[in-house]
């Protein structure tokens, strides 16, 4: 990690990034779904796209969310037809790496978060990505994208799961929080369960057969929801494109 953060801006020189395609649809549809993946920097290649291409013909994608992606300001993505938001934590010449959300309809808000403490005290920050969409029937969907910190103490990574709650404490409606939550021991799973439940989240039901990415038994991945439905889910591990799986999800919206 050290040799790899000498060629990398650990202070991005833009945080903010975003892609709006011409043609994207104005809402959500009220059945929808997410793929959420930490995609180890692999997301700007041809087999990547190919991935996702024939990825999506089996299982239609609504909403992408990246931990640890590549991308290009204002620049659209090796995915086609996709309106895109992403927050930095690290540059390395033309190119940016951090959280990113990327979907087939419009973004009405998003805003870029930092963690307040950095990885290995003298590391890059974490980045957190706040999107806003709309449903049908104009009530909201916020999606929290977000990579959590790994190499600090406990209480470190208790700090951070707050500052995230008080993000978000003062919105009610539905609402997914996804990404890779870096839950690696027991104290930390548990805080984490806590603070979602409090909120009236409910983690998407993976088992521990799904293989998604752990470290001694605990999850490292997550998606939470809240003020929707979910209607299947599943993990796919034959990509050979990420140590992470992706995590699918599909919901629906029951209108008012």
Known sequence: MLNELKCLLIKPSI????????????????????????VHKNNDTFSFSNYIEEFSKRKPVDFFVFQEADFKH????NLPDLTFNAAANLEKGSTFYG??????CKTMYSKPFLSHGKELIF?????????????????????????????????HYYKEIDKIIKIIDDYDGAMIIAGDFNSWN????????????????????FSKSDKV????????DFIFYR???????????????????????????HTK
Not at 213 to 220: D, E, R, V
Not at 233 to 253: M, Q, V
């Open 15 to 38: 945080y903010h990034h975003s892609y709006s395609h011409l043609v994207c649809d104005d809402t959500v549809s009220n059945e929808f779904s997410i793929l959420c993946w930490n």
């Open 74 to 77: 204002n620049i659209e993505l």
């Open 99 to 104: 959280v990113l959300t990327a979907s087939k």
């Open 123 to 155: 590391g890059p920050r974490k980045s957190l990505l706040l999107t806003r969409h709309s449903f049908e029937d104009g009530s909201p969907l916020l999606i929290l994208n977000l990579h959590a910190i790994n190499f600090r103490e406990n209480r």
């Open 186 to 205: 027991k104290n930390r799973m548990k805080f984490l369960h806590i603070k979602m439940g409090n909120l009236n989240f409910t983690h998407v039901p």
């Open 213 to 220: 990415k752990s470290f001694m038994k605990n999850h490292l």
């Open 227 to 253: 003020g929707i439905e979910l209607l299947e889910h599943s993990i796919e591990r034959n990509h050979n494109l990420s140590d992470h799986h992706p995590l699918f999800a599909k919901f629906t919206h």
